[in-house]
């Protein structure tokens, strides 16, 4: 009785998690829905909503505004939009932080978030997976003598929150698994492990660091 129980948790549990991701993501971009004129909108017009439009319209705006936007005239109008946002004093600062993270997320030539790292945390005897987000910038590398890294440590299982590490190259362990994987790998808690790859010739284990090389976090 108790396998069969199990059998079925096994099967229905993470469909019923997908469909209630979905149905959360479902209703809201159906939101969207809203800018539209109240007598245009499938209840005024049928009776009943229709699930899943409102996602349809996201799509379409979302496509079309990129369409727009890759031409010169698009392109000038985004700049005088922006230019407008930049004066006014708080939503200029929260508009410009959330833009360049986005840009450096979302471009096809940015570097974060596209490689997966080993490194020691909380302490030099255990290990977590982060993921690379660039090299200290700033007045910051005044301050780092060596070759540094910024690292982004994820939380388990909602890897939405997590920490910001600066570390020495020499201490992580750049690994041969796609980012995906990884980040099924942190959500899951560990149980779904990704494909071992094949050992390359000549590649030997990253040693351990040091005890001199321990951060303060590592002496607290």
């Avoid at 490194?119 to 301050?143: C, E, K």
Wanted: aromatic share 8%; net charge neutral.
């Amino acid at each position: 009785m108790r396998k069969y129980f199990i059998t079925g948790l096994l099967i229905l549990v993470p469909l019923a998690i997908t469909a209630w991701v979905l149905n959360l993501v479902i209703s809201t971009m159906d939101q969207s829905l809203l800018i539209v004129p109240e007598r245009w909108q499938p209840r005024t017009l049928i009776g009943f909503d229709i699930p899943g439009l409102g996602t349809i319209l996201t799509i379409a705006i979302v496509f079309l505004t990129g369409l727009l936007t890759n031409n010169l005239v698009g392109n000038y109008v985004v700049r005088l939009w922006e230019r407008l946002l930049h004066r006014i004093p708080v939503v200029s600062s929260l508009y410009g932080s959330v833009k360049q993270v986005s840009d450096t997320l979302f471009s096809s030539s940015g570097n974060a978030f596209r490689k997966a790292v080993l490194l020691p945390y909380p302490h030099a005897n255990s290990y977590t997976i982060g993921f690379l987000t660039g090299v200290p910038g700033g007045d910051v590398q005044n301050h780092l003598s060596g070759d540094y890294v910024s690292v982004y440590v994820p939380t388990t299982p909602n890897p939405t929150s997590g920490f910001f590490l600066m570390m020495e190259r020499s201490r992580i362990v750049e690994l041969d698994m796609s980012v995906d994987a990884a980040l099924k790998y942190i959500v899951s808690m560990g149980v779904v492990a990704p494909e071992t790859p094949a050992k390359r010739a000549g590649s030997t284990p990253a040693p351990a660091p040091a005890p001199n090389e321990l951060t303060n976090l590592d002496r607290e």
